[in-house]
Structures are given as structure tokens and as C-alpha cells.
């Protein structure tokens, strides 16, 4: 899609808000008329006419004249120069401080984070007025300089704003995934973070340049604005209300002008701050943003895997794209898989290779800007693509659930456990008084809290990070759901607890017949909890089976990679194996084989095109030289016998 193809797009969106085009049509009339004040305002604002003092609009003076005769159109046209240029300056210093700091402090957070946070509080405190009374004392009554230093003072909300969404946005896993991508943090910051905060920056600039407007004509009103007798705004305003009980019609057409201005920017910045995320520029490429090609189309693999109406979970040719700047890529392609109820499916593979994107589509959970564009999901029978959110709802928590790998992440630090599990089961359960309480200490007890009173009334920072986790399983399991999700739980802990946590997700199977699919990096925490296994590479899935077979003879390349990386796979002696280079981002996926740039059995033929996922040795694999494959492993498994 080109950008001008986007751009009309933006157009088309912000046309459909027609407070919008009037506000946008009166700043950029207002502006051309500035701009060529001397022919849209040929009479001279200087020039007085005594005999003429005061009069009301007429043909030869529009908006009529003011105490000195002077023309008041001619003025405010001419005035407005230094009144709105004065406050866009203004703004556009707050934004060009606030933002890049604010990004700063929230990206690397740390002493960076407090030298960023104290010097905004250090604005916060100092009143503006106070600040541009030092400024004008020292430099004289200079707009220029005034307006340079309101807008240094003004940065604080930019900072403030650009901080917090900093914050959030760096969370997100395509963050993380792009850092582990090795992408340097400047290039994260510009391509990754800035397009997703920049809608409400919007909304901020046009508050500022609203604001800035208004304080550029208090001081104009203070007589410490642009000197007398040039025409300003504020110095019109101060003018008339000298005399606003005999003429009060002078203080109109300057009024007038100020509010539709400081209206038109407020109208204007919140039409391009929502509509969608990214508002009305979503999807608008800026200069910086190298254009992305769209993704190949998916290769069918449904036919491979047979329905079974008897599972709980049926994923089948699952897509998941993103919409990002300049095109719509996808990020999962043709994933199918299904889990029967009881059993563990584990979904394994590197960092970025679509894991959890897969996951959390099952639950209707994909991060802004992203949807599924192909295949169906069903959920103990109930096709859950397509669902409103309010659909959707119903389903998670009572049929599927999910744990996250951070259980901060799923617990209110403001609340006790008790009361997020009471108010949970109330919810999904609709059980009162005792019962709530009840049921909340008997998942305490299920997911093994050693002391499920005590932990009931713990906050979640009183307890460790292992607790916190039960505690948080113990909260998925309010809805009494069919299926858990459980992405990357045991990443954020330490090994013993680790061990624990798994075992724990083991007894829920057996004791509660819960289905459990697990996202993880780590082939031990699949070859501990799961049945089958799912290894996913750059959006598809490359291989699939039985644990048992899987970890013993792999038909993958990338499998076996992973598996001979594994640190209990070291042979003594020899260097442990590492795969050579990264997992492709989904923009840069090869044509042929994705894996084929890091694979030591690639030939030209994986190279050249797509290769399908193929029923092979009992399993699913998308590798054309199989065979070779496996003759390689079981030279190793001698070489790893003989030391
Ligand atoms: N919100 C998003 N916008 C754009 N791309 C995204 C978004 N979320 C994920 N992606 C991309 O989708 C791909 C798959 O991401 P996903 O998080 O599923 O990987 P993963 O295998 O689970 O990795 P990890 O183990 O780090 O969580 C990555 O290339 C990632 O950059």
C-alpha cells in the first residue's frame, strides 16, 4: 500500500468528523490570512484616526475601529502573527523538550527516570507566570525569548504524558521481542514506541498551543507582551476593556477570534487522537518509518490435523496480523493444533517466533493493532473468532484462562488475594457472603498455599514471587474453566520454584481434568508437564507430536537445534551448541524455508521456495530433508554414548 494511498485514508477518517474540518478549515484560514496579513489587511493597523474613534462595523472598516480610530480588522489580522506564532513556538519548544525526555525517563527508567521526573517537578513547581517575569525582566519585552521560555516551562505535561505511555508501551512484547532482536534502544524508541504514543501527544500539543495561546495574551494583556503600539491579541484585549462599559463591542471580534482558535485546536487534537489507536494518523508513515513488505500467504495445514469433536480447544490455519504504519503483516500464519480435555500441549520455540501471539489469540487477547485474519478458534465448541468483546467475556475465565508469566501482571497490589479471588468467583459464579469466602480459601488450599487464611489476607507484595504465582493461578481458576493458558509461568522465578510451580499445574490436570496449554521457551518445562508439543517458528508452526518421539528423535532442524542447546545436553568435552544468528522479525521472513539462514542441513531447494508442513515419522514437520536429519542424530547419540 503506498503512502499516499495511507494518507487519503487519514483524510478520509478525519472528513468524517466535521468538527474537525471546521476547526481545521478556520486555523488554516487563519493561518493564510497571518501569513499574508498585508494583502488580506491591506489598511495599515498603525494608522489613527481620531475622528473615526470607536465605530461599529461598517464597509470601511469591518470590524469597525478602536480608541485611536484605528482599524480593528487590519490589527487582529496583523496581530495575530506574534499571538499565534508566539504560542505554536511556544508549543512546539514544549513538545521538542517534553517528549524525547519523557521517553527517556520511561524506556530506560532507572537514574535516568528520576532526573527526568525531578527536572518536570521542578516545572510543576515553578508557577509559569513567575517564570516569564524573570524571563521578561531579564531580556526585555522580547516575544520571541517569552515564548521560548513558556514553553520550557510548559514541557512538564509533555514529559508527564510521554513518561507514562513510554511506560506501557515498553511492556509489550514486540518491544521486548525487538530488543532481543538486538535493535538498538534509539531505533526502538522511533520505530517501535514513538508511533504508538503519538496520538495523545496530539491531543497535548494542541492543549498546549491552546493554553500558550491564552497566557501569550494574558501577558499582551499585562502590557509585557508585544510592545505597544504593534498590534497583539492581548494588547487589543487590554485596550477594550478599558473601555467595556461605553463600547463594549471592542472587546468582541478579539474574544471571538481567541475561542475559536483555542477551540479550533482542542477540536482539531482530539479528532486526531482517537477514531482508532494511533487516531486519524494511524497507519500514516512518517519519513522515519521504512516501509514494510506484506507477509506471504500462509500455506493450508488444517487437512493434517484431523477434527476431533471431542476437543476442548480446535485451532485450525490460524492467522494473526498486525496493522503497523505502511501494511498489514502477518505475525502468525496457519497454525493448527488441538488440545483434548485433561491433556498438556506445549507451544516451544525462541523468542518472538509467535508463541504467545497464538496464545492469547485463543482468548481474544491480541494487542492493539493486531486481529485475526484467518482461521477459525473453537472453544469447547464455540467459535470465539469474530466475538464482540462482551462475547467474549462470557467465554474467558469460565471455559479458558490465562496465566501470564509476570503474576503482578493478573493481582491488584491495592487489594488483599482474598478479596480479588471473593470478588472473582462472585463474578463468574454469582456465589455470596460465606460461600465466596469459603471457595476462595479452598483454591488457596488447591493451588497449595501453605497457609491459604494468611495468604488471603496478604497483599500481593507481602508475599514471594512463587505465591504470587499460586495466588494467580488461583485467580484463573474462579470461572472453573475447562482450559489454562499458561504463558511462559515459570520464567519470572527462581529454579526450585520453578519446579514447584510446574508440579502444581500437573496435579490441577489431574485432580480437576484441566486442560493446560503451555507457552515456554525452555523443552524441559515441555518435557516435564506436557503430552504433546507444538514447536513454532516465525509464525508457523515447523514441527508438532508426541512429546516422547519430539525430544528423542526430532525431524526438525530447528528442534534439534534447540534441543542440543539445552544445557543438560552438553557432552562433556564438547561446547554446548548454540543456533547462529535470530529469529527473523515477521517483515523479514525469508521466502523459502524460514529457518534455512540458520540451518546447517539448508540446500538451495529449502532456500527457493515456501516449504509445506508435511505428516512425517509419526509427527508434523515442515523440513524437506528429514532423513538427513535423523541419520545426523543418531550419529550424535553415539558420539554423546561413547563419551
Ligand atoms: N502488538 C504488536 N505489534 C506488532 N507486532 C507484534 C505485536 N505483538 C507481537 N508482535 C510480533 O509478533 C511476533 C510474535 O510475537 P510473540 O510475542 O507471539 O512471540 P513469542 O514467541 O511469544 O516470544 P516471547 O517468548 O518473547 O513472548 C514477533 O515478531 C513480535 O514482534
Not at 149 to 165: D, K, N, S
Not at 226 to 249: C, N, Q, R
Request: aromatic fraction near 4%.
Amino acid at each position: 500500500m503506498t503512502r499516499a494511498r495511507r494518507s487519503d485514508n487519514a483524510l478520509t477518517r478525519l472528513v468524517r468528523r466535521p468538527g474537525a474540518v471546521v476547526a481545521l478549515v478556520f486555523l488554516a484560514l487563519l493561518t493564510f490570512a497571518v501569513i499574508f496579513a498585508d494583502v488580506v489587511a491591506p489598511i495599515d493597523p498603525l494608522t489613527q484616526d481620531l475622528a473615526r474613534a470607536r465605530e461599529l462595523p461598517s464597509a470601511a472598516h469591518w470590524l469597525g475601529t478602536d480608541g485611536f480610530g484605528r482599524d480593528i480588522y487590519s490589527r487582529l489580522i496583523h496581530g495575530g502573527g506574534s499571538t499565534l506564532g508566539g504560542a505554536l513556538l511556544a508549543a512546539v519548544v514544549a513538545m521538542t523538550i517534553g517528549i524525547p525526555l519523557g521517553m527517556l525517563g520511561g524506556y530506560f527508567r532507572g537514574w535516568v527516570d528520576t532526573v527526568v521526573s525531578r527536572f518536570a517537578d521542578v516545572f510543576q513547581a515553578l508557577p509559569t507566570i513567575v517564570i516569564l517575569m524573570a524571563v521578561i525582566g531579564a531580556f526585555g519585552n522580547n516575544n520571541t525569548v517569552a515564548m521560548v521560555a513558556l514553553g520550557v516551562a510548559m514541557c512538564e505535561g509533555f514529559i508527564r504524558l510521554a513518561r507514562a505511555m513510554t511506560l506501557q508501551v515498553r511492556r509489550e512484547l514486540y518491544v521486548d521481542a525487538a530488543s532481543v532482536a538486538g535493535i538498538t534502544s534509539g531505533s526502538i524508541l522511533v520505530r517501535h514506541v514513538f508511533p504508538n504514543i503519538r496520538g495523545p501527544l496530539l491531543v497535548q500539543l494542541s492543549i498546549t498551543a491552546g493554553a500558550a495561546l491564552l497566557i501569550q495574551a494574558g501577558l499582551g494583556f499585562l502590557g509585557l507582551g508585544t510592545p505597544p503600539p504593534a498590534p497583539s491579541w492581548g494588547g487589543m484585549i487590554d485596550e477594550a476593556s478599558d473601555l467595556i462599559y461605553l463600547h463594549p463591542w471592542l472587546l468582541v471580534p478579539t474574544g471571538a477570534i481567541m475561542i475559536l482558535s483555542i477551540l479550533s485546536f482542542n477540536v482539531l487534537g482530539d479528532a486526531l487522537a482517537s477514531d482508532r489507536p494511533g487516531g486519524v494518523l494511524a497507519g500514516v508513515r512518517l519519513p522515519w518509518m521504512k516501509p514494510l513488505p506484506v507477509a506471504e500467504q500462509p500455506v493450508a495445514m488444517s487437512e493434517l490435523v484431523p477434527a476431533d469433536p471431542k476437543a476442548v480447544v480446535s485451532v485450525r490455519d490460524l492467522t494473526v496480523s498486525f496493522t503497523d504504519r505502511n501494511s498489514t503483516f502477518a505475525v502468525v500464519q496457519n497454525v493448527s493444533f488441538d488440545v483434548m480435555p485433561g491433556e498438556a500441549l506445549g507451544i516451544v520455540g525462541e523468542s518472538g517466533c509467535g508463541k504467545s501471539v497464538t496464545a492469547k489469540a485463543l482468548l481474544g487477547l491480541i494487542a492493539p493493532g493486531g486481529k485475526i485474519t484467518g482461521g477459525q478458534v473453537t472453544i469447547n465448541g464455540t467459535d470465539v473468532v469474530g466475538l464482540s468483546n462482551r462475547e467474549l467475556r462470557k467465554v474467558r475465565g469460565t471455559t479458558i484462562a490465562l496465566v501470564s508469566q509476570e503474576p503482578m501482571v493478573a493481582l491488584d497490589p491495592t487489594f488483599t488475594i482474598g478479596a480479588q479471588l471473593r470478588e472473582s468467583i462472585a463474578h463468574h459464579t454469582g456465589r455470596k457472603g460465606r460461600e465466596l469466602n469459603d471457595r476462595a480459601l479452598e483454591l488457596l488450599r488447591l493451588v497449595g498455599m501453605p497457609d491459604p487464611a494468611q495468604a488471603a489476607a496478604s497483599y500481593t507484595f507481602q508475599v514471594s514471587g512463587g505465591m504470587a504465582q499460586r495466588a494467580a493461578i488461583a485467580l484463573a481458576l474462579t470461572g472453573e474453566p475447562d482450559v489454562l493458558v499458561a504463558d511462559e509461568p515459570t520464567t519470572a522465578l527462581d529454579v526450585t520454584v520453578q519446579a514447584e510451580i510446574l508440579d502444581l499445574l500437573r496435579s490441577l490436570r489431574k485432580d480437576l481434568g484441566l486442560a493446560v496449554i503451555i507457552v515456554t521457551h525452555d523443552l524441559g518445562v515441555i518435557a516435564d508437564l506436557c503430552d504433546r508439543a507444538v514447536v513454532m517458528y516465525a509464525g508457523q508452526v515447523i514441527e508438532q507430536g508426541a512429546v516422547d518421539t519430539l525430544l528423542t528423535t526430532p525431524t526438525h532442524p530447528y528442534t534439534r537445534a534447540l534441543l542440543a542447546s539445552m544445557p543438560s545436553h552438553a557432552i562433556p568435552g564438547l561446547p554446548l551448541d548454540a543456533i547462529p544468528g535470530a529469529v527473523p522479525a515477521p517483515r523479514d521472513w525469508p521466502e523459502g524455508c524460514r529457518f534455512a539462514p540458520r540451518c546447517a542441513f539448508a540446500t538451495d531447494a529449502c532456500r527457493s521456495a515456501p516449504v509445506p508442513i508435511l505428516a512425517q515419522h509419526g509427527g508434523l514437520s515442515r523440513c524437506i530433508r528429514v532423513d538427513e536429519v535423523l541419520a545426523q542424530s543418531r550419529n550424535r547419540t553415539e558420539e554423546r554414548n561413547i563419551a
